[in-house]
């Protein structure tokens, strides 16, 4: 069994910033990659940021320049520091990882999710 556990959101105001914090336990043998995701109200869920293992990055273009993905890899954990939010940053964030478990099935397993809500 994996799951992930998911920190750090919660009510800012605009030009604000906050950190996210996922980390990921079980019958871990290795994670491939650890990702963000956010749904907001009315939109289907997205990539929000993406680390591999090796320290590969990849950004959605509505927060290049404003988030920054970061992970630790022998501690299972990854962060996402949130910069400069506004009002369209509102959205529940997901941890998303593809993990290999220790009996070397490969699963993609989803934190509960962590709200975050930026005001005007």
């Known amino acids: 069994q994996v799951q992930l556990v998911e920190s750090g959101g919660g009510l800012v105001q605009a030009g604000g910033s906050l950190r996210l914090s996922c980390a990921a336990s079980?019958?871990?043998?290795?994670?491939?990659?650890m990702a963000w995701y956010r749904q907001a109200p009315g939109k289907q869920r997205e990539l929000v940021a993406k680390i591999t293992t090796g320290g590969l990055t990849n950004y959605a273009a509505s927060v290049k320049g404003r988030f920054t993905i970061s992970r630790d890899n022998a501690r299972n954990t990854v962060e996402l520091q949130m910069n400069s939010l506004n009002p369209e940053d509102t959205a529940v964030y997901y941890c998303?990882?593809?993990?290999?478990?220790?009996?070397?099935?490969?699963?993609?397993?989803w934190g509960q999710g962590t709200q975050v809500a930026v005001s005007s």
């Open positions: 998303n990882a593809e993990i290999r478990t220790i009996a070397r099935s490969i699963v993609s397993v």
């Open positions: 079980g019958s871990i043998f290795n994670i491939n990659y």
